[in-house]
């Protein structure tokens, strides 16, 4: 029977396997480099890509509040206008009123009385004045009461401190005066009211 010595092909077989074995190895160390490189740069590229939008974003939003102030500026300043506006109508229709307020006095005041100060706090005013005699004082709150213009007289003091003129007296008194709706609303009830 024939020999064949095998240990030669043998030793080459395993050689040849070994190369394989490690050009497989070197081929998956390859590919796994060149996967995890190309997932490396996508994932960079998303991560960048991602910061420019978040730039983007942050700049918009910042453009969004500077607007925002803008408006809310806005806002304040059309709502100081309007009150101008409410202030001005206010006084546009008060403006009549002081007119008859001022004419009222002058006509409803006595010889003998004289004021020093007039001061009016809303639809208040408070006179403060000189007068000769307190009968003066008297009929001139009755003259105040009997006007439609002005009413509600109430005296808060009267004083005779004055030692060059005791007959003088100072005084200060406090009525109201009445708008055109007091008095167009009296007018209509009289107007409404049996007789």
Same mark, same amino acid.
């Given at each position: 029977?024939?020999? +064949?010595?095998?240990?030669?092909? /043998?030793?080459?077989? /395993?050689?040849?396997? /070994?190369?394989?074995?490690? *050009?497989? @190895?070197?081929?998956? %160390?390859? *590919? ?11 994932? &960079? ?6 910061? =420019? /939008?978040?730039? !983007?974003?942050?700049?918009?939003? $910042? #453009? ?8 809310? $500026? %806005? ?19 008060? #403006?009549?009123?002081? @007119? ?20 009016? =706090?809303?639809?208040? @005013? ?17 003259? +105040? &009461?009997?006007?439609?213009? +002005? $009413?509600?007289? =109430?005296?808060? !003091? ?17 009525? &109201?005066?009445?708008?055109? *709706? ?10 409404? =009211?049996?007789?």
């Amino acid at each position: 029977m024939a020999r +064949i010595n095998l240990l030669p092909w /043998r030793e080459l077989e /395993r050689r040849r396997r /070994r190369r394989g074995l490690v *050009a497989m @190895v070197a081929a998956g %160390l390859a *590919a796994t480099l060149i996967l995890g490189s190309a997932l490396h740069l996508s994932l &960079e590229g998303s991560i960048s890509d991602q910061r =420019s /939008r978040n730039r !983007f974003l942050r700049h918009e939003i $910042g #453009r969004l509040d500077e607007q925002i102030r803008e408006l809310q $500026g %806005l806002e304040r300043t059309e709502e100081r206008l309007l009150e101008r506006m409410r202030v001005i109508r206010r006084l546009q229709q008060s #403006r009549p009123e002081m @007119v008859h307020l001022l004419d009222e006095l002058a006509t409803r005041i006595p010889a003998g009385v004289h004021l020093t100060m007039i001061d009016q =706090s809303g639809r208040t @005013v408070v006179l403060e004045g000189r007068a000769r005699s307190d009968a003066l004082v008297s009929a001139f709150m009755r003259n +105040i &009461e009997d006007s439609e213009w +002005i $009413g509600k007289p =109430s005296l808060i !003091f009267i004083e005779h401190k004055d030692e060059a003129d005791p007959a003088a007296g100072r005084f200060r008194l406090r009525f &109201e005066q009445l708008s055109a *709706a007091t008095r167009h609303g009296g007018a209509t009830h009289e107007a409404g =009211s049996p007789r």
